[in-house]
Nanobody, 124 residues
Framework: VQLQAFGGGLVQAGGSLRLSCAAS????????MAWFRQAPGKEREYVAV???????YYTESVKGRFTISRDNAKNTVDLRMNTLRPEDTAVYYC???????????????????WGQGTQVTVSS
């Protein structure tokens, strides 16, 4: 699976952005898809996951503000980000995993495939 992320940019606090990740391969629908982010000097952290069955999970700090969705017909996964905060500034990565169990889906090590990352900068 090859992943390519799009949609980052510069936005003011309170604004919105939509990130998209395009995946190659005929078995996209069987993958768990995730967005992670990494701020300077910090470890990569999980943001949101949408499993192959459509169930979604979010890290606490983005609940109610971010929405992850997937389109299996188009092989894409989106992350809609509203009410952005300066602390959301990071490089955002999409990731894919086929075999992860529920207890491991928030761990970066679970994911076998990664996109190249897209920068999101939120100004105060």
């Amino acid at each position: 699976v090859q992943l390519q992320a799009f949609g980052g940019g510069l936005v003011q606090a309170g604004g919105s952005l939509r990130l998209s990740c395009a995946a190659s391969g005929p078995t996209f629908r069987s993958y768990n898809m995730a967005w992670f982010r990494q701020a300077p000097g910090k470890e990569r952290e999980y943001v949101a996951v949408i499993r192959y069955n459509g169930y979604t999970y979010y890290t606490e700090s983005v609940k109610g503000r971010f929405t992850i969705s997937r389109d299996n017909a188009k092989n894409t996964v989106d992350l809609r980000m509203n009410t952005l905060r300066p602390e959301d500034t990071a490089v955002y990565y999409c990731a894919a995993d086929r075999n992860g169990i529920l207890s491991t889906i928030t761990l970066a090590a679970t994911y076998d495939y990664w996109g190249q990352g897209t920068q999101v900068t939120v100004s105060s």
